[in-house]
């Protein structure tokens, strides 16, 4: 939904949230992979003439935690803020999901199935003015790589064999195995500085620095992250405002008044309660998203190692009046693991609708009765709005059901641990890439999740599905496709964990002030190509 053009005067840009209102509100601390781009970038993309003297305000949603060297961190306001600062040889755009070439001259070229070349762009220099080399994109690969760092990234490039340079600008990526996915993978690789991080990697960690449009200036957890624009950029995106400061306004309400006051521009997690306050003053619309709502089961714990009372629990939930009433209509019940939007998208072989009788039948069938659950789930605002209904639901079919809300850390503390029956949580792996053997191996590789969260990496449907996933990448166009709608209903089927939703994700910005601005179908805001009108 998209409100009327503002018809009131402009407002003024400020510095940054007034002290008063954040007293009064006493905010407090909370946490498509596809060919080629044809998209214009940079200045290009603008709309309209920009400020070049302006500074972006912000209103974040996510509290800050943790640092940013981008091998590690997965947390929604680093991973957001590194886009503007660190480049791959590649990056996908946050709001197109188109892949594009970055600290690379060109996207890769393909010298054999099992060897690409990519040359580095002229000019390409780090923020503190050292010339980005060839042996820094081969160390950037190579620490990702090495199991000792035990990076998240490195199950996303491990179809890589190695990483080398040929002269001073180029190097030569070879495959273990023909891999169709390369030019989006490489975009999980952003390139770092070697001596830098060898020399002080706790500084670098807390104030990173890339070879992104802007710099990150500081970062201050419960305030605000600030950046300047970095002049010497070279590539196709650069800064079109002088720098941005994002407030950290974990507080919904925050948020909201200081989009409606003019105190930012732009806000990401518009409260779903607030889109009417905030419609027809500023520009508010919703995205459909991968980003899920997740069931997840203890499968090594009777009766949850029984199919038949995993998809029960499924059959049991209204999904359209938990989404009607607890997300306010801004979500689709999944019909597959991906939603209906995604260019790789097949309705998988069970979907599950509302069928309450055939929950219980199935339940008898599996022997069991007079079951009690404890449901975990997280505090996040959406999530704790609609868990008192998927307890409503769960309780009718005959599960008792206890509901435990907590922060997301302390809840996936007692699930790593073994204490898990039931959850239900939030998730969106698309902000790594959007293809679907990413997405899949998020959840269903043979990691943390499948081995020690919801215990399924010893089923043979478990060895099954890592079959068809390695078949599709080493493949394909249809070939391809029908592989992974093969892997699609296999987990439809099965459901150790599967999505109950995929949620829109609306954000709200003054589009008289901010100049290509676009919302975002993945967690975060991206000022990639904005500015601030003239």
């Not at 010339?131 to 081969?138: A, K, S």
């Not at 199991?147 to 080398?164: M, R």
């Not at 991968?290 to 090594?300: I, P, R, W, Y």
Request: net charge negative.
């Amino acid at each position: 939904m998209k409100a009327s053009p503002r018809t009131s005067a402009r407002r003024p840009l400020r510095a940054g949230l007034a002290v008063a209102t954040v007293l009064m509100l006493a905010v407090s601390a909370c946490s498509a992979g596809g060919g080629s781009s044809t998209e214009e970038t940079g200045a290009d993309a603008a709309t309209g003439a920009v400020d070049p003297d302006a500074v972006i305000e912000a209103g974040i949603s996510y509290s800050l935690s943790g640092g940013f060297d981008p091998m590690v961190t997965t947390g929604a306001v680093t991973v957001s803020a590194n886009w503007h600062v660190f480049e791959g040889l590649t990056e996908i755009d946050p709001a197109t999901r188109e892949v594009y070439a970055a600290l690379g001259a060109e996207l890769p070229t393909e010298v054999d199935a099992t060897h690409y070349e990519v040359d580095l762009r002229d000019g390409a220099v780090f923020h503190d003015g050292n010339p980005v080399t060839t042996e820094d994109v081969v160390y950037s690969f190579q620490r990702v790589l090495d199991p000792a760092n035990e990076s998240l990234y490195a199950g996303f490039i491990d179809f890589i064999d190695s990483v080398t340079a040929v002269d001073d600008d180029t190097v030569s990526i070879a495959l273990k195995y023909p891999f169709s996915l390369v030019p989006e993978r490489l975009s999980v690789v952003k390139i770092v500085e070697q001596s830098l991080v060898e020399s002080d990697y706790d500084a670098f960690n807390a104030l990173p620095v890339g070879t992104g449009p802007y710099t990150m200036t500081s970062a201050v957890p419960d305030d605000a992250i600030t950046f300047e624009r970095f002049d010497d950029y070279s590539g196709p995106r650069p800064a079109q405002a002088a720098g941005m400061t994002w407030n950290l306004l974990s507080d919904s309400a925050a948020r909201v008044t200081a989009m409606s006051s003019g105190t930012v521009q732009a806000i990401e997690d518009v409260p779903y309660i607030d889109v009417p306050t905030l419609e027809g003053t500023v520009d508010v619309e919703s995205v459909q998203s991968f980003g899920t709502l997740f069931m997840m089961f203890n499968t090594d714990l009777p009766p949850f190692d029984d199919v038949r009372v995993r998809q029960a629990f499924f059959y049991a939930l209204d999904l359209d009046k938990i989404i009607d009433n607890g997300l306010l209509g801004n979500g689709a019940a999944a019909t597959s693991f991906l939603p209906e939007n995604h260019p790789n998208y097949h309705e998988a072989s069970t979907v599950y609708t509302y069928d309450p009788e055939k929950a219980k039948e199935l339940l008898a069938e599996a022997g069991v009765s007079d079951l009690s659950i404890t449901l975990l789930t997280t505090d996040t605002g959406w999530v704790a709005d609609v868990a008192p209904l998927i307890k409503e639901d769960l309780d009718a079919v005959g599960i008792s059901t206890t509901l435990d809300i907590g922060q997301s850390g302390g809840q996936y503390t007692k699930v790593d641990a073994g204490d898990l029956q039931v959850m239900v949580a939030p998730g969106d792996p698309s902000v790594f890439g959007n293809d679907p053997d990413l997405l899949m191996r998020w959840w269903y590789g043979d990691n943390v999740w499948s081995q020690s969260r919801y215990r399924w990496a010893d089923d043979p449907k478990f060895t099954e599905l890592q079959g068809l996933l390695d078949q599709a990448a080493q493949t394909s166009g249809d070939e391809q496709q029908e592989l992974w709608d093969q892997a699609f209903d296999l987990v439809s089927d099965e459901v150790p964990l599967y999505p109950l939703l995929h949620r829109q994700l609306p954000s709200a910005w003054d589009s008289e002030s901010l100049v290509g601005f676009k919302p975002l179908p993945v967690t975060g805001l991206s000022f990639l190509d904005v500015g601030i009108a003239q």
